[in-house]
């Protein structure tokens, strides 16, 4: 595991440590111009701190929102975003790449 890794998760277990709580969200498949590798992870709490990176800013706001939901319902999401999707220009996908992002809650 990268350092990057284990500090986003670290960073959650602190967070969750403190009484928030904490969503993971992981990049599972990325394709052509991806900004982010598979395995980059993002934290997320209910309060709207986030740590690590899935994208390098264009869908975080996408994907925070998801967490937000995923930590309300506790049903884990798989997002899918690519230039196929209307959204793609809206979250900064212009680039031509396509990136899946698993969002869990943490137990």
Do not use: H, Y
Not at 8 to 14: N, Y
Not at 61 to 68: I, K
Request: glycine residues 12%.
């Amino acid at each position: 595991m990268s350092n990057e890794m284990e500090d986003v998760l670290a960073q959650a277990a602190r967070w969750q440590a403190a009484g928030e709580q904490v969503a993971i969200a992981t990049v599972t498949e990325t394709w052509g111009s991806s900004p982010r590798p598979a395995g980059s992870q993002m934290a997320v709490t209910k309060s709207g701190k986030m740590a690590g990176s899935v994208s390098g800013g264009c869908i975080e706001g996408a994907v925070a929102d998801a967490a937000q939901r995923t930590m309300e319902t506790g049903t884990p999401q798989l997002l899918d975003f690519g230039v196929t999707n209307e959204r793609a220009w809206e979250v900064g996908l212009a680039c031509g790449g396509k990136v899946k992002v698993f969002v869990e809650k943490l137990a």
